[in-house]
């Protein structure tokens, strides 16, 4: 009886020291704190362009006048999307200026977010799923082949400024999972996509990130030739006549 | 306490029943481990059960009689108003509900979970805090299902939350501690890391240890909605969860101190009191503060002859339950550059220390000599009434009446005291919807009377205008102009401001007491005053004409009639006495004066004295103290005093009786007897006085308004008198926060 307590208070004790080093693993791609740098201070001047200025006013407009405050996640996203896919503290003071809020309000939000960068990302900011589904299909690896081909850690910028790798929560793909989300900011807030490009192989994933740099177009959705958005592959395998409708639904047949 | 009535409740079955607790690992009471069945086994509540007093006084008021509505808590039929939350109704039951989030003066969150409770026909246990009480409701307290979701929120709690209590400075008065020892498990089944949080600069005030934080966001609620200082966030999602400030930025409130009151745990203290003592070495003495003229209830934690710190009390009328970081810190004044021992000055101008009976004898030979005319005696902004009493009498058996207290003007107009106090209270002015701000920076000159009109502009949209020099109001405000010539347009209805004054249904004016050194403050009072009377501002059920006190000596001076007889008394003086007066202008005075200084700091009026009497600082005397809405209050001695030093009013009965002018009292009830001829609200304490006769017996007055703009009466919040000029904190924090 006394044995076997002690045994599975070892257990216990063992369990505490075999930690992986990354305890929490975070989403986001910074400190939930600021640290000035010369890229990222509140000195530097910071304003909507003369086209999102328009655009401002039209998602401004969605909102009664006196809550203007709910604009601020698609006004950081267009901030975010303005400035090379991350957002620089002046940035959100920026923000926190057009809706009159405290500042402090608006990076309330921006932290709690982890789709907003407060730190540099590269143009194309290649986001790898880590949800179950896509982790049990193998997304690590996927996440581990990027890494390597690019030879960065998450979440950092390749030497070229081209593409950073980060981790997000699951979108809704897990039928085609694994999959990776692109968020092309090469264009500004003009040219702004984010694909989801599915069904991908470690060996495709290096492909895209070549077809990326070779600006080249590719279709987004599957990257499995056999299958058609989220059908199975080699066509259907079931329900392969037309489906009978339920025979209250038959009205004929009453 | 009722937390600790419920600790004990709460532990007791657990004594009967340790036969198990050796053989497991993870202990949970076992009545716990099966909530529902148990619940349904307990006999129905005995309907015999002994009455219970509302926790902490709680007292309910019915604003509309027929929105009383009844609930049962425990079994108990409680009658509240409709809108109660279900934990204040527990309140009033007598039962006290544990929390950490809820803050009766902060806005709801309800993310603690802490409060839960069970209610009848509700499938989950509800927190309270938030949860509307409906008519009917049966709340259940004490029960198995809500001892256990208290159980398992604390364990959560507790899971990222260091055991450091024993270096923990808020070791011992800390809610989390006593709620779980209280409400906890005695162990938690969480084996992971803790995280780790990095720690925050707010200033030279607060120090952080962020780990501690549970998350509760007391001190952001507190920071946005009373301090108004858009600061502090909750930043990050998750276990990453923090406070914060993202850029780094320290806290610039005048308040900021009591965030260190309101965090429920060890992650926000005090930092000049950290490491310093333990909460329960301290002897508390409750007394009132004397750093402004509000008169803020305060509580003096002293060990031996050291005052450690100072926490507020409450006091819904004046404080409510903040203080000023000036209140708070400037403690550590009190303990450098006193003066301990009578001094008197050599030919070669250093000082040297005498014995009192040389130093009276010194001082009385003088003060003889001098032609009475040649006499003047000056009170200090911190002197209570007692001393300004027997230093009037002094004087006036001296044969002189040139005696005042600093900061009321060389003309000061003791007649009608609703000309110098606020007239409105200051709980008072949170009815009012327009307010008048006139020469007065209320955020430097009053903190805790800018919080209730931060308070008051919060709850019912009131319009502040200020008319005075360009300052920081942490409210919304229209700075209508800088001088005279804007009360002028006010008086003859020209301004655009007028129509919203007239319009308001309580209008409030706050004239500030800096006005009181202009030469042409008579002429301004009235216009103040007819402005009040176009307006509508006095009314018979509403007197919103108020004036804002700089000192917490003025208002008592001004009831005892210190009033000097010549305006120019300072230019042909021989015998100055100077009692803690250190911002009075001397540089008229002549070089053969004899200045007597009596004070507890060697401070600005040290540099000119001739000799020096050693007295007590408020910390270390009883005194009565009249605050700016006119409530007399007492302080209480806390600490023996400094070295030879003596109480203000003893050191004066006993130079009279040196001098041969014996003053008829040697005793704190004698003096008081005394003041009762001369002003009997002084002896009322804990209450205020109103005023009887408003502005409309006043005389005319003739004389015209000059133009020059209206000067900030505060230039430093932090350094206004002896006590906080000495203090390094006070320093530190003129140095970090003002800086623009």
């Not at chain 2, 310093?276 to 508390?284: M, S």
């Not at chain 2, 911190?382 to 040139?402: F, I, P, Q, V, W």
């Not at chain 2, 008048?436 to 319009?463: C, D, H, S």
């Not at chain 2, 000119?608 to 005397?621: D, G, Q, V």
Request: proline share 6%; glycine share 8%; hydrophobic share 35%.
């Amino acid at each position: 009886m006394l044995a076997r307590l002690a045994a599975k208070r070892l257990l216990e004790i063992r369990q505490v020291f075999r930690q992986s080093p990354q305890a929490s693993r975070s989403f986001s791609t910074a400190l939930n704190y600021h640290i000035d740098s010369p890229d990222n201070n509140p000195d530097l001047p910071w304003e909507f362009s003369e086209g999102n200025k328009a655009k401002v006013k039209e998602i401004l407009s969605h909102y009664p006048s006196n809550y203007k405050q709910s604009a601020v996640i698609p006004l950081l996203d267009l901030a975010q999307q303005q400035h090379g896919g991350w957002l620089p503290v002046s940035a959100m003071n920026a923000v926190a200026k057009v809706i009159d809020v405290a500042p402090i309000r608006v990076y309330e939000v921006s932290t709690f977010y982890s789709m907003f960068n407060r730190s540099k990302v590269g143009k194309y900011h290649l986001l790898v799923c880590g949800t179950t589904p896509c982790m049990i299909r193998g997304s690590r690896e996927i996440e581990d082949a990027l890494l390597k081909h690019l030879g960065v850690k998450r979440n950092e910028v390749t030497k070229d400024g081209l593409f950073s790798v980060g981790e997000m929560e699951c979108m809704g793909c897990c039928v085609n999972a694994p999959m990776i989300t692109v968020a092309d900011y090469s264009n500004g807030s003009e040219g702004y996509t984010y694909n989801y490009y599915e069904d991908v192989t470690p060996k495709r994933v290096v492909e895209i990130v070549e077809m990326l740099r070779r600006g080249e177009k590719l279709p987004p959705g599957t990257q499995n030739p056999h299958r058609i958005k989220c059908g199975p592959e080699g066509g259907n395998t079931t329900l392969l006549s037309e489906p009978k409708p339920p025979s209250c639904r038959d009205l004929d047949a009453c | 306490m009722g937390l600790g009535l419920l600790a004990s409740r709460a532990m007791r079955p657990l004594r009967n029943s340790h036969s198990s607790v050796f053989l497991r690992t993870i202990v949970s009471k076992p009545e716990l481990q099966s909530a529902e069945s148990s619940a349904a086994a307990q006999a129905p509540p005995e309907p015999d059960l002994p009455p219970r007093t509302p926790v902490g006084g709680a007292r309910i008021h019915f604003p509309n009689p027929e929105d009383a509505i009844e609930v049962f808590v425990d079994g108990y039929p409680v009658k509240i108003p409709k809108g109660m939350t279900v934990l204040q109704a527990c309140e009033v039951a007598g039962v006290d509900i544990p929390r950490f989030c809820y803050h009766s003066r902060l806005s709801i969150a309800g993310n603690c979970r802490m409060c839960l409770v069970e209610v009848e026909k509700s499938p989950k246990p509800v927190a309270s805090c938030a949860m509307p009480a409906l008519p009917g409701m049966k709340i259940k307290t004490d029960t198995p299902v809500a001892k256990k979701a208290r159980e398992g929120v604390m364990e959560f709690l507790l899971m990222n939350h260091p055991l450091d209590c024993p270096i923990c400075d808020q070791g011992g008065e800390c809610d989390l501690q006593d709620q779980s020892m209280a409400f906890g498990s005695d162990r938690g089944r969480f084996t992971e890391m803790k995280r780790s949080v990095v720690d925050k600069n707010l200033g030279p005030l607060v120090k952080t240890v962020m780990t501690r934080c549970i998350q509760c966001t007391r001190c952001v609620r507190f920071a946005t909605e009373v301090a108004g200082v858009q600061d502090l966030g909750m930043l990050g999602r998750g276990s990453g969860e923090e406070i914060g400030t993202y850029v780094e930025k320290l806290m610039t409130s005048e308040l900021s101190g009591n965030v260190i009151d309101i965090c429920p745990v060890g992650a926000l203290t005090s930092k000049p009191f950290a490491f310093k003592a333990r909460n329960w070495e301290l002897k508390g003495t409750e007394t009132i503060d004397v750093t402004d003229a509000v008169g803020s209830n305060i509580r003096i934690d002293s060990r031996g002859p050291e005052v450690m710190r100072i926490v507020p009390r409450l006091n819904e009328d004046i404080n409510e339950e903040w203080i000023s970081d000036k209140t708070r810190f400037c403690y550590d004044g009190l303990k450098r550059q006193r003066l301990n021992d009578p001094m008197i000055r050599d030919a070669d101008g250093r000082f040297k220390a005498v014995t009192w009976r040389d130093a009276l004898a010194v001082v009385a030979e003088v003060a003889l000599q001098a032609k009475p005319e040649e006499i003047v005696g000056i009170a200090g902004r911190l002197s209570d009434a007692e001393s300004m009493m027997a230093l009037k009498d002094l004087l006036n058996r001296m044969g002189s009446n040139n005696v005042w207290c600093e900061g009321t003007g060389t003309q000061p107009s003791a007649d009608l005291r609703s000309g110098y106090i606020m007239n409105t209270t200051i709980s008072g002015l949170e009815k009012a919807d327009v307010f008048l701000l006139i020469g007065t920076q209320p955020r430097v000159e009053a903190a805790m009377v800018n919080a209730r009109i931060r308070k008051t502009v919060r709850a019912n949209n009131a319009k502040v205008a200020y008319i005075g020099p360009a300052t920081d109001f942490n409210y919304d405000h229209q700075h209508l102009g800088t001088g005279p010539e804007t009360l002028t347009e006010l008086a003859e209805g020209r301004h655009p401001f007028c129509s919203a004054i007239s319009n308001a249904k309580n209008p409030v004016i706050i004239v500030g007491a800096g006005l009181f050194e202009r030469e042409d403050k008579d002429a301004i009072f009235a216009t103040v005053e007819a402005i009040a009377k176009k307006h509508n501002v006095i009314r018979p059920d509403w007197n919103g004409l108020n004036v804002l006190l700089l000192n917490a000596a003025q208002a008592a001076a001004l009831d005892l009639g210190l009033v000097p007889e010549s305006t120019n008394s300072i230019e042909s003086a021989k015998f100055v006495y100077l009692m803690g007066a250190d911002d009075v202008n001397l540089d008229k005075l002549p070089n053969d004066a004899f200045v007597v200084y009596q004070g507890h700091h060697g401070d600005r009026g040290v540099y000119r004295a001739n000799i020096i009497l050693p007295a007590s600082a408020f910390s270390e005397k009883e005194g009565t103290y009249v605050n700016t809405e006119g409530c007399t209050q007492q302080t209480l001695p806390a600490v023996p005093t400094v070295g030879d030093a003596r109480d203000d009013w003893k050191i004066i009965r006993a130079l009279s009786e040196v001098a041969g002018l014996t003053l008829p009292y040697d005793s704190v009830g004698g003096i008081r007897t005394r003041i009762r001829t001369v002003a009997p609200n002084l002896l009322n304490v804990d209450e205020r006085e109103p005023a009887t006769f408003g502005p409309s017996v006043k005389p005319e007055v003739t004389g015209k308004m000059d133009t020059t703009p209206f000067k900030s009466a505060v230039e430093n919040f932090y350094m206004t008198d002896s006590i906080t000029r000495a203090s390094k904190i006070m320093a530190q924090c003129s140095a970090m926060l003002l800086k623009k």
